[in-house]
Nanobody
Framework: QLQVVASGGGLVQPGGSLRLSCASSGRTLEAYAIGWFRQAPGKIREGISCISGGDDSTTYADSVKGRFTISRDNAKNTVYLQMNSLKPEDTAVYYC????????????????????WGQGTQVTVSS
């Protein structure tokens, strides 16, 4: 059974960077679309980025476009989210998910389209 684990969160100052990882133990993620979501206190979970299986095409929400980069390393069965120029409003618990379909598509930000989730990693942006 496919399982993924999210890691890499922490406390960072505004303007700083973090790299989150979404790793599968033993099974390749190459054919899967992997999405990153985040949930801040009192807010709904927000889909922020996705990388498609196969062609590795990427999609970003406007709130992170130009600051975050999603990528994958198939040899390590890991998808990364590089987060630069972090802002206090980026503070949230970040989750990675495995999508039902191999492509991100227009519904990449719909969490019901994902059937495997990591446990979440806290990102706090504060001075």
């Amino acid at each position: 059974q496919l399982q993924v684990v999210a890691s890499g969160g922490g406390l960072v100052q505004p303007g700083g960077s973090l790299r989150l990882s979404c790793a599968s133990s033993g099974r390749t993620l190459e054919a899967y679309a992997i999405g990153w979501f985040r949930q801040a206190p009192g807010k709904i979970r927000e889909g922020i980025s996705c990388i498609s299986g196969g062609d590795d095409s990427t999609t970003y929400a406007d709130s992170v476009k130009g600051r975050f980069t999603i990528s994958r390393d198939n040899a390590k069965n890991t998808v990364y989210l590089q987060m630069n120029s972090l802002k206090p409003e980026d503070t949230a618990v970040y989750y990675c998910g495995v999508k039902h379909t191999p492509s991100c598509g227009i519904d990449y930000a719909v969490d019901l389209m994902y059937n495997v989730w990591g446990q979440g990693t806290q990102v706090t942006v504060s001075s």
